[in-house]
């Protein structure tokens, strides 16, 4: 089963993609999570990938369809995965689909996760992420017991730099700008199903959950 979960930043991507990735026994391959550890461990693409993060752009699609071709040639990924993040762009749709055709493969379904840009600034600003095992939380909606330290590891919690206000704008535009066109390309495709993502985390993981099973899936 080949999921791709598209939505813009703060819809939840990253935390449906956990709920499902258990749920379903799939592979979690977040782009945004590969380029943040190359960045992390000083790689040459992490390097050029770090300038681009920083200011809310887009990692160009070379550097990032690399990253993900990689991943998903691993041999946990034969049976499917859920990708969260990618694609990101009208190009990058088009890369995946010729490689997974090139592995008589497919996309089965794209979940399209939607929010309103008042909960999405909410959510994004409101993120804490832990610096030692990357737990995610939120100062109102998933707040950890202690204020600023996780629950699970006890290590300090950080914002994420492109989650400051101004960033987040800019990630907001580009992805009007860039990602909206992904819609219109996986509606025609016929594997687009829509969902709210207005509500708490549970009921959306059981809204996709449906969805997926409607789709025998
Ligand atoms: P995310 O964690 O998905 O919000 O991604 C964080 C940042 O990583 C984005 O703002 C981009 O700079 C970069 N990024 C993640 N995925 C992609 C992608 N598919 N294409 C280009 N840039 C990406």
Same mark, same amino acid.
């Given at each position: 089963?080949?999921?791709?979960?598209?939505?813009? !930043?703060? #819809?939840? &991507?990253?935390?449906?993609?956990?709920?499902?990735?258990?749920?379903?026994?799939?592979?979690?391959?977040?782009?945004?999570?590969?380029?943040?550890?190359?960045?992390? $461990?000083?790689?040459?693409?992490?390097? &050029?990938?770090?300038?681009?993060?920083?200011?809310?752009?887009?990692? !160009?699609?070379?550097?990032?369809?690399?990253?993900?071709?990689? +991943?998903?040639?691993?041999?946990?990924?034969?049976?499917?995965?859920?990708?969260?993040?990618? !694609? +990101?762009?009208?190009?990058? #749709?088009?890369?995946?689909?010729?490689?997974?055709?090139?592995? *008589? *493969?497919?996309?089965?379904?794209?979940?399209?996760?939607?929010?309103?840009?008042? $909960?999405?600034?909410?959510?994004?600003?409101? +993120?804490?992420?832990?610096?030692?095992?990357? #737990?995610?939380?939120?100062? %109102?909606?998933? !707040?950890?017991?202690?204020?600023?330290?996780?629950?699970?590891?006890?290590? &300090?919690?950080?914002?994420?730099?492109?989650?400051?206000?101004?960033?987040?704008?800019?990630? @907001?535009?580009?992805?009007?700008?860039?990602?909206?066109?992904?819609? =219109?390309?996986? +509606?025609?495709?016929?594997?687009?199903?829509?969902?709210?993502?207005? *509500?708490?985390?549970?009921?959306?993981?059981? *809204?996709?959950?449906?969805? @997926?099973? =409607? %789709?025998?899936?």
């Amino acid at each position: 089963m080949r999921i791709v979960l598209l939505g813009p !930043p703060g #819809a939840g &991507k990253g935390t449906q993609a956990g709920m499902i990735s258990k749920k379903k026994n799939l592979p979690h391959i977040s782009s945004g999570n590969l380029l943040r550890e190359a960045v992390e $461990s000083g790689t040459s693409v992490g390097v &050029k990938a770090n300038g681009y993060i920083e200011k809310g752009l887009l990692v !160009p699609d070379l550097i990032v369809v690399d990253i993900i071709k990689d +991943r998903i040639l691993k041999n946990d990924c034969t049976s499917g995965f859920i990708l969260d993040g990618f !694609p +990101r762009t009208l190009a990058q #749709a088009r890369v995946l689909d010729e490689m997974l055709l090139g592995l *008589n *493969n497919k996309i089965d379904i794209v979940i399209y996760m939607t929010a309103s840009k008042e $909960s999405i600034v909410k959510r994004l600003s409101g +993120r804490r992420i832990c610096s030692g095992c990357g #737990a995610n939380y939120h100062v %109102s909606y998933v !707040p950890s017991l202690r204020n600023g330290i996780c629950d699970k590891c006890g290590g &300090k919690l950080n914002q994420r730099s492109d989650d400051k206000p101004e960033t987040i704008l800019e990630r @907001l535009r580009v992805y009007r700008d860039q990602t909206e066109d992904l819609v =219109r390309y996986y +509606r025609k495709n016929g594997i687009l199903k829509e969902i709210s993502c207005e *509500n708490n985390i549970e009921a959306i993981t059981k *809204n996709i959950l449906d969805v @997926l099973c =409607r %789709s025998s899936l």
